[in-house]
């Protein structure tokens, strides 16, 4: 049987929310963004406030963002990690478990943590025509059941059934409850 202990990012593996602190960030360091359109977005659901944030990025260089997305990692949210959750997961790979991060967040940093602990990853992506971004997301946002959704999917394209799987996740909030509900054991990160 094959063990994955798959990890929401912010305020799980993190102390914080990223998404926001990830265009402030962009704001700080003189990137030129419109955010007057994503905070009229405020008063609505979680998710048009992320699609007006995104949409800052519209006609940006993917290229760009991501050497932004890695500062961003490097200057600032490597520091927001959790000893005790990451001690989890590093307990998780001394046992050999296969590690994944399946988060609502942007992939443009998500893949930074991923790399930075030595796990996959699954996360909200961007869309892009020839290297520019939309503004838009490319599918959905990686929050609820699209979590179980996506994992099916990694599983599968790693040629695993769920049966064949003991998974373990660990999740902090309502975005993160179909995936601890469908998991062999699930953890509560307060």
């Not at 944030?53 to 519209?58: M, V």
């Not at 394209?157 to 003991?166: K, P, S």
């Amino acid at each position: 049987m094959i063990r994955i202990a798959a990890f929401d990012l912010d305020k799980t593996l993190t102390d914080r929310d990223c998404l926001v602190r990830f265009f402030w960030y962009l704001y700080r360091r003189g990137e030129h963004l419109s955010y007057r359109h994503a905070f009229k977005q405020a008063g609505l659901s979680r998710l048009s406030f992320k699609k007006g944030l995104c949409g800052l990025l519209q006609g940006q260089s993917v290229d760009h963002i991501e050497k932004c997305a890695a500062d961003f990692f490097n200057q600032r949210a490597q520091f927001w990690l959790r000893s005790a959750t990451v001690n989890d997961l590093r307990e998780h790979q001394l046992r050999g478990d296969r590690i994944v991060i399946i988060s609502a967040s942007l992939s443009l940093y998500v893949k930074q943590f991923a790399s930075g602990l030595g796990a996959d990853y699954l996360a909200t992506d961007l869309a892009s025509v020839g290297g520019i971004l939309t503004g838009n997301l490319d599918g959905k946002n990686v929050r609820g059941e699209e979590k179980v959704s996506r994992l099916r999917h990694w599983l599968a394209a790693q040629n695993l059934e769920r049966t064949d799987v003991h998974l373990t996740a660990y999740g902090d909030s309502s975005g993160d409850k179909q995936l601890l509900n469908w998991a062999d054991q699930s953890v509560w990160v307060k």
